[in-house]
């Protein structure tokens, strides 16, 4: 290889050390205070998720064997589509190997050159890559700022073919989400089509998990419904939801993640059956993760500025500066507490943040000395 080339790649990554903005995987220490897990139920080593993945894996073999148009599409997979419609109010769906993909899919295919993407300003990074590189023209409307959505929408909804309005349920960095009733509103007066990501909502929204379209009753109007396995369902791989049987037909013969990748493997399909099962039904865990993140959001507001309107378990402690943040990771570290610091581009500049990400099965005294850090943080 040549040395001028990894000379390139050299510089680049040291202008990211400088900047406090490297990034490196660290192996979890499982001793350690998990706060940076997307697992809300911590299901990864329930019983009956491991006994199926097994009873799957040992029927169908340890992987699909082959993309979904080859032979990789299997009963266990159709089952769990099924399983997905009927938890979700939805016809038609598909799956996908990861939640990224699917917005990779969804975003760069469907919305073609005379149609118009609005798109919240936070969007997740799998639907804002997407959106460079479709052929669709996309506007941003300010965080949960319907009304600039509205105004956008007036102004350009006459310009384009069609329009499409994409937000997530749960913003997966900052723990709030839109008013979808007011979202669905606006959808009956200008007739876009409306995407909903549902990552961070599944689970731990809905009487029965569904998501923010259950928790608001506005599901038969959210047109595309977008959401991933590997959060509260405690595995990976991802689904697309909607009742409009072409957009599903035009991604299964128009999406290279769907066409040219080994379809999601049969041990996966069965950990998500057995945790929707679980999830759907876990009305209990649901109520005690709603009450801790009151709880912690409540205690943290007391020193921070937190956001108390909400109640659910993503909570964001804006610090500003890249290199703050790593210190109060460092801190959090140095109590074997797990804590993520978001820094750009996953979030605009000057807004990097230590990232709280509860579990239904925290106690308020493993929660208390995060408090104290966060007070002692705070005189400084
Ligand atoms: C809102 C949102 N959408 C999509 C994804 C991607 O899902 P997956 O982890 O299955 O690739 C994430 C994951 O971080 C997310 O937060």
């Known amino acids: 290889m040549s040395k ?18 490297f990034r490196e995987p660290v192996a979890f220490n499982k001793n350690f205070l998990n706060l940076a897990t997307n697992d809300y139920f911590l299901l990864r080593h329930n019983r009956n998720l491991l006994d199926a993945a097994d009873i799957i894996a040992r029927q169908y073999g340890t992987g699909s064997g082959a993309s979904p148009l080859l032979s990789g599409y299997l009963p266990c997979h159709q089952t769990l589509i099924n399983t997905l419609l009927d938890w979700k109010y939805k016809k038609f769906g598909m799956l996908y190997n990861s939640g990224f993909m699917a ?86 007066k200008y007739h876009f089509i409306l995407i909903l990501d549902e990552a961070h909502g599944t689970g731990v929204l809905g009487k029965f998990g569904a ?8 599901s038969k109007e959210i047109d595309i419904i977008i959401g991933t396995f590997g959060k509260s369902l405690a595995g990976m791989g991802a689904y697309i939801l909607t009742n409009s049987l072409p957009i599903i037909e035009y991604l299964t013969n128009k999406a290279g ?24 039904n876990a009305h209990k865990k649901r109520e005690s993760l ?3 993140s009151r709880w ?32 109060l990771q460092k801190l959090f570290l140095n109590e074997a507490i797990v804590v993520g610091a978001v820094r750009p581009p996953t979030v605009p500049q000057g807004s990097s943040r230590i990232r ?6 925290l106690s308020t005294e493993e929660l208390d000395p995060i408090i104290l850090i966060v007070k002692e943080w705070s005189k400084k």
């Open 290 to 292: 709603k009450q801790i």
């Open 103 to 188: 917005n990779q899919a969804l975003i760069k295919n469907l919305p073609g050159k005379n149609d118009l993407i609005l798109v919240d300003k936070f969007i997740h990074h799998s639907i804002a890559q997407a959106l460079n590189r479709g052929s669709a023209k996309f506007k941003r409307y300010n965080h949960l700022d319907l009304c600039h959505l509205e105004e956008l929408l007036s102004k350009n909804i006459n310009k384009y073919d069609t329009v499409f309005v994409i937000t997530e349920s749960i913003f997966s960095m900052d723990g709030d989400y839109p008013d979808l009733n007011l979202l669905v509103e606006l959808k009956k």
């Open 356 to 361: 709280f990400s509860l579990h239904s099965e």
């Open 257 to 280: 993640e769907y066409i040219y990748s080994t379809f999601l493997s049969p041990h996966q399909a069965g950990v998500a059956l057995a945790s929707i099962e679980i999830v759907k």
């Open 211 to 218: 998501g923010l379209a259950e928790e608001t009753g506005t």
């Open 296 to 327: 912690f959001r409540n205690r943290l507001v007391q020193y921070v500025d937190v956001d108390t309107n909400y109640e659910t378990p993503i909570i964001p402690l804006i610090v500003g500066s890249n290199e703050s943040t790593l210190k």
């Open 4 to 21: 001028y080339f990894e000379e390139r790649l050299k510089k680049e990554l040291k202008d990211l050390q400088a900047k406090d903005l």
